[in-house]
């Protein structure tokens, strides 16, 4: 079975930083498009960044402005996002997302984790 | 970045009904729109890709139809479980955009 189970959401001060994980079960990670989506509480779904099965591209969404990094370890089959310079309005429920076709072009996702929840509070 | 505007942002039914949503892109992207099922404290599900084509273990009663900027997510006769919320998504370029979501509420 396909699966992706995200961790390392925590509660966080401004100004801190954590790396999520996203690790996949039942299919090759790398062959894949990945991503990871946000959702603030009560908000819709903000995309946050993508990188292409080869690892090589990776693209961010504008409001980060740099302060997040999308990478895998292919050996792992795990995706992480490590998150710098966090902002309360950072705080949301994480989720990972697995490309629908192999390859290097994002055609939409077909698997999610469950979620990891970051909060950032001082 | 593409914009994607759906309408309305939430509709109350009752079963049986037929629900129309509605989702509006600020250029053209082809086919490359995916429709999403989130209910509460759940993950997203894929209902539709290609802005047309069904996926396997979805209900027949969900269809999506449009080209180009605009799409239509179709639900014949809605029922109960059906009661979520509903997005729209693109992927003709980065960065990747949603809709506002569409909250379904079944009476």
């Known amino acids: 079975e396909v699966q992706l189970l995200e961790s390392g959401g925590d509660l966080v001060q401004p100004g801190g930083s954590l790396r999520l994980s996203c690790t996949a079960s039942g299919f090759t990670l790398s062959n894949y498009v990945m991503t990871w989506v946000r959702q603030a509480p009560g908000k819709g779904l903000e995309w946050v960044s993508s990188?292409?099965?080869?690892?090589?591209?990776?693209f961010y969404a504008d409001s980060l402005k740099g302060r997040f990094t999308i990478s895998r370890d292919n050996s792992k089959n795990t995706l992480y996002l490590q998150m710098n310079s966090l902002r309360v309005e950072d705080t949301a429920v994480y989720f990972c997302?697995?490309?629908?076709?192999?390859?290097?072009?994002?055609?939409?996702?077909?698997?999610w984790g469950q979620g990891t929840t970051v909060s950032v509070s001082s | 970045e593409i914009v994607l505007t759906q309408s309305p942002d939430f509709q109350s039914v009752t079963p049986k009904e037929k629900v129309t949503i509605t989702c509006r892109a600020s250029q053209n992207i082809d086919s490359k729109l995916y429709w999403y099922q989130q209910k509460p404290d759940q993950s997203p599900k894929l209902l539709i890709k290609?802005?047309?084509q069904s996926i396997s273990g979805v209900p027949s009663r969900f269809s999506g139809s449009g080209s180009g900027t605009d799409f239509t997510l179709t639900i014949n006769s809605v029922e109960a479980e059906d009661a979520a919320t509903y997005y729209c998504?693109?992927?003709?370029?980065?960065?990747?955009?949603f809709g506002g979501g569409t909250k379904l509420e079944i009476k």
């Open positions: 990188i292409r099965s080869s690892g090589v591209n990776t």
């Open positions: 997302a697995k490309g629908l076709t192999e390859g290097f072009y994002y055609n939409g996702a077909d698997v």
């Open positions: 998504h693109q992927s003709g370029g980065f960065p990747l955009t």
């Open positions: 290609y802005a047309s």
